[in-house]
């Protein structure tokens, strides 16, 4: 089981290729009801005329409508995207914190490339990851007639232990003459707590409605769904008391469970509803967490 905490990206610190759709606030400029502006990585619409007021400071005359494009990946919510034609390409400068893991939630794309700098050391990681599924083609009607799967939850796992000052992440996000869309990404701090025990449990939950109309027809109104998954860890003993406090340090921050990198299922960004654990098979405990994902 690998954790990774969220590392929030200061606004100077990212260079990307990705454009917004309104143009950024500015101080200079007097703005009218409606018009609608970015400030602070999110999208503001005016709610009185002659506004000249900060956005983000001023609750009364703008209205928040939602992240910007280009930060929508960092959102909290795994069902709205970050999009652009062909490729999303972001820089990450200086991260302040180690940030040895990253992991992207609902992807289209067909590969991810993840290429890590230190203007001392030079490249000292570059991982591409290719999203299309390979075990589904089964045979030759599969490969010329069944359509390909894309992996859309990855995570990297071994980003090298380099951040402050001089690290550069530079990520790419391909989709060629496609359009590439990212959920949600998050890098920061890996943790493993221990090993995953099987059978693991996976399931969604669905907050679509179907309902009748007065014929008894079916009217199916499509919803977002969550992720739900019960782990169980075998833990050394002697990390029983750090687990629980590490368990206990995230209890309120959204965090990606990563029960298995190469079982996507079991990559999940939420939080945990509860967690025990029990010294049953020494020098092992088993710590049993419930989680719940992000919609």
């Excluded at 759709?21 to 609608?36: F, G, I, K, L, Q």
């Excluded at 907050?207 to 109104?221: C, L, M, P, Q, W």
Aim: charged letters at 20%; one cysteine or more.
């Amino acid at each position: 089981m690998k954790i990774i905490e969220k590392y929030t990206i200061p606004e100077a610190d990212l260079t990307s290729n990705v454009s917004n759709a309104y143009s950024d606030w500015s101080s200079s400029t007097t703005y009218s009801t409606d018009d609608v502006v970015v400030h602070n990585k999110k999208v503001w619409k005016a709610l009185s005329s002659s506004t000249d007021s900060e956005p983000a400071n001023d609750n009364t005359n703008w209205e928040f409508i939602s992240y910007s494009n280009v930060w929508r990946f960092s959102d909290e919510i795994v069902g709205t995207f970050t999009t652009n034609s062909d490729s999303i390409e972001m820089s990450i400068d200086n991260p302040a914190t180690l940030c040895n893991g990253i992991a992207f939630l609902n992807v289209s794309a067909n590969s991810i490339t993840v290429i890590v700098t230190d203007t001392a050391d030079g490249e000292v990681y570059n991982h591409t990851e290719e999203l299309t599924v390979s075990e589904d083609i089964l045979s030759w009607y599969d490969y010329f007639f069944e359509p390909f799967s894309r992996r859309t939850d990855v995570v990297f796992s071994d980003l090298p232990a380099y951040f402050g000052s001089g690290v550069t992440i530079d990520i790419s996000i391909d989709y060629p003459g496609d359009t590439p869309s990212i959920g949600e990404l998050v890098l920061g701090n890996l943790t493993k707590i221990g090993k995953t025990i099987y059978p693991l449990t996976t399931r969604i939950i669905d907050y679509s409605r179907k309902v009748t109309d007065a014929n008894g027809n079916f009217i199916i109104e499509e919803k977002p769904f969550k992720k739900i998954a019960d782990f169980a860890v075998a833990v050394e003993a002697e990390k029983m008391n750090s687990v629980q406090n590490f368990l206990a340090s995230i209890r309120t921050t959204p965090t990606v469970f990563v029960g298995d990198v190469d079982f996507r299922n079991s990559i999940i960004y939420g939080y945990y509803k509860d967690f025990s654990i029990v010294f049953d098979t020494p020098p092992l405990a088993t710590c049993n967490l419930s989680v719940e994902g992000l919609i």
